[in-house]
């Protein structure tokens, strides 16, 4: 049977370990996650949902041992890794915490009904770190989305209708930034710069306004209404001068943070890995705060 665990000893001698490695340095893990690692068989590192620089991947090599780099078909199809699991210990390293993605519960789930034992080693990750680092309250934050590329010519919209049902009822937003443009998970990820996320809001608002006039909303459904009248509202709203908070290589040595519009955006190199967050009205602290991060 799958549970949790919040200690590397006693470790069983075949089984898959989630391992949290953290935003991005080896000196972010838990003294918990290393020894798991160090102590598995076999160590796989899933490079798809987040990326550690290379160097620091590096480093965590040269204390854990040999790690293996595994993309989404090998972690959404197991059955290489639950062979292994079932005769010796291995170790899927995930960035930030390994269950904060539906991807990883699925597969601990899947353990569970394989019969392979799944021990969980958490840690820090990008969703509770940004909040604090920026300075807005994180219980005022609304329901999180990524912002992804235009797949084939395909615009989702879904990602900034989250951030305007958000704003509209008063909650900040954090975005995650896509890594992969191809949609695939199998490699040649490319994540997303500053520039890339400016066009993917542009090209979202544009096919947001064409469609309201011929979109259904339900009248008996109080969730449509209010997204009815946020869209309606947001439609009306500028968005190169709604404000934004770039966030780049949290948790690193590499660390910044920058408070600005959507269009200057575009105007910022960003870092490895960036994540926006959009603010919504703010109280007195939470302006003070993010006023620490105003480019002069």
């Not at 989250?162 to 937003?173: D, E, M």
């Not at 109080?222 to 009306?236: C, I, Q, T, Y």
């Not at 709604?242 to 040595?253: A, H, P, Q």
Request: negative net charge; aromatic residues 6%.
């Amino acid at each position: 049977m799958a549970e949790s665990s919040t200690t590397a000893q006693n470790l069983p001698s075949t089984g898959l370990l989630l391992v949290g490695m953290g935003p991005g340095s080896v000196g972010a893990m838990t003294l918990e996650a290393v020894e798991a690692a160090t102590a598995a068989a076999h160590r796989r590192y899933e490079a798809y949902t987040a990326l550690w620089p290379d160097e620091e991947l590096s480093l965590l090599e040269q204390t854990i041992g040999p790690i293996q780099r595994v993309m989404r078909p090998e972690v959404e199809q197991p059955e290489e890794l639950f062979a292994l699991a079932s005769t010796s210990l291995v170790a899927l390293l995930v960035v930030g915490d390994p269950l904060q993605a539906t991807t990883h519960v699925d597969l601990q789930l899947q353990a569970i009904e394989a019969g392979i034992e799944c021990l969980v080693f958490h840690g820090i990750s990008i969703t509770t770190l940004v909040t604090g680092a920026i300075g807005l309250s994180n219980y005022r934050f609304g329901r999180q989305t990524t912002l992804t590329y235009p797949y084939g010519g395909w615009v989702a919209t879904s990602p900034l209708e989250t951030i305007i049902l958000n704003r509209f009822t008063g909650l900040h937003t954090l975005a995650l930034l896509d890594l992969d443009p191809t949609g695939l998970g199998t490699g040649d990820q490319r994540p997303m710069d500053p520039s890339d996320a400016v066009e993917a809001i542009v090209l979202m608002r544009e096919k947001i306004e064409q469609g309201l006039s011929e979109r259904e909303f339900s009248s008996d459904s109080p969730s449509d209404m209010m997204m009815k009248e946020a869209l309606h509202s947001f439609v009306g709203e500028d968005v190169h001068k709604i404000r934004v908070v770039l966030c780049s290589d949290m948790g690193t040595g590499d660390q910044r943070i920058v408070s600005t519009t959507v269009d200057g955006l575009k105007d910022e190199a960003g870092g490895r890995l960036n994540c926006i967050v959009f603010p919504a009205a703010t109280g007195e602290v939470e302006e003070k705060a993010l006023l620490r991060w105003a480019k002069e």
